[in-house]
């Protein structure tokens, strides 16, 4: 069964600083990787999809890495704002579903 | 108008009760998933149907049951609710397309408390 682990939990930093968040996973027999946006009261917004074959993706001041050998997907944030706080889901794809990680959850102090 | 409606949005009812939420889409995609939300958990896959013709079980099946009256609605039933089905509900979609690598889309959520 895949494990999906994100650290830490919880995140808080200043205002532009670079957020880093981590996301670990059992099973190295993934299809893709996404990694979604949570905001209170809010579904699931996709930001990255990183396909197996892939090492890297990105979008604007997201980028998201993954090592599939050792289990491990970066997230990547420059710059943060305190519209970047919000809980950040990994899911791995295996087998056409998905297995979430419990997020962290990010606050960007202005 | 949103691309995966789900309602309602927030419900709160008694233990015992038959519940059905509802899911409806309108991006035209073939696969549907119902998952659940617990705090620390994560999203769990409760169900999930390729076509109007082929569902299947997730990991958390047990007091659940579906329907998927149309390539576009997905519903969730609780036969009889109990307090420990109290989490947020969502309800995805996917194209099948020829590539596996489709990403799934999510409605908004269902908070459902029983008491």
């Known amino acids: 069964k895949q494990e999906v682990t994100q650290i830490p939990a919880a995140l808080s930093v200043p205002e532009g600083e670079n957020l880093v968040l981590n996301c670990s996973f059992t099973?190295?027999?993934?299809?893709?990787l996404q990694w979604f946006r949570q905001d209170p009261g809010k579904g699931l917004t996709s930001l990255l999809l990183?396909?197996?074959?892939?090492r890297e993706q990105t979008s604007g001041r997201l980028n998201a890495s993954l090592d599939k050998s050792s289990g491990r997907s970066t997230l990547y944030i420059a710059a943060s704002q305190p519209g970047d706080s919000a809980t950040y889901l990994c899911?791995?794809?295996?087998?056409?579903?998905?297995?979430f990680g419990a997020g962290t959850t990010v606050t960007v102090r202005a | 108008d949103a691309d995966v409606t789900q309602t309602p949005r927030n419900r709160i009812t008694k233990t015992g009760k038959r519940i059905m939420l509802e899911c409806s889409q309108t991006?035209?995609?073939?696969?549907m998933y119902w998952y659940r939300q617990d705090p620390g958990l994560g999203l769990r896959l409760i169900y999930y149907?390729?076509?109007?013709?082929?569902?299947n079980k997730g990991e958390i099946s047990d007091g659940y049951s579906v329907s998927r009256q149309a390539q576009a609605k997905f519903s969730l039933s609780l036969e009889s609710a109990i307090p420990n089905q109290t989490a947020l509900y969502f309800c995805?979609?996917?194209?099948?397309?020829?590539?596996?690598?489709?990403?799934?889309?999510f409605g908004d959520g269902t908070r459902l408390s029983i008491l």
């Open positions: 899911a791995v794809s295996n087998d056409y579903k998905l297995s």
């Open positions: 990183i396909q197996s074959s892939q």
């Open positions: 995805a979609t996917s194209d099948s397309g020829r590539s596996l690598n489709q990403p799934q889309h």
């Open positions: 149907s390729f076509d109007v013709k082929d569902i």
């Open positions: 099973d190295s027999a993934i299809y893709n």
């Open positions: 991006k035209g995609h073939d696969r």
